[in-house]
Nanobody, 116 residues
Framework: VQLQASGGGLVQAGGSLRLSCTASERFFSANVMGWYRQAPGKQRELVASISNVGNTNYADSVKGRFTISRDAAKKTVYLQMNSLNTEDTAVYYC???????????WGQGTQVTVSS
């Protein structure tokens, strides 16, 4: 399985970006797609996730600012990021986690830089 992420870039504080991640295959079994991020010198952390039945989970730091969604037909998960601040600067990684026959897949990462 390959995950192709896109949409990162440079944005000023208060701005918005939308990340996209498309999987090479479609899965009908239970799965969760999510976005993680890793800032320099910090551990990778979960930003948001969404299950195949639409259950979502957000890190406290992004609640109310970020929205995760997915389009099953397009095999794509999106992360709409609003009101960005400098602490959101990181490399963002897309993840697909299969639950029935456990497996984890990662995208290549996309850089998000928020300037003050």
């Amino acid at each position: 399985v390959q995950l192709q992420a896109s949409g990162g870039g440079l944005v000023q504080a208060g701005g918005s970006l939308r990340l996209s991640c498309t999987a090479s295959e479609r899965f009908f079994s239970a799965n969760v797609m999510g976005w993680y991020r890793q800032a320099p010198g910090k551990q990778r952390e979960l930003v948001a996730s969404i299950s195949n039945v639409g259950n979502t989970n957000y890190a406290d730091s992004v609640k109310g600012r970020f929205t995760i969604s997915r389009d099953a037909a397009k095999k794509t998960v999106y992360l709409q990021m609003n009101s960005l601040n400098t602490e959101d600067t990181a490399v963002y990684y897309c993840n697909l986690r299969l639950l029935v026959r456990p497996a984890d897949y990662w995208g290549q990462g996309t850089q998000v830089t928020v300037s003050s």
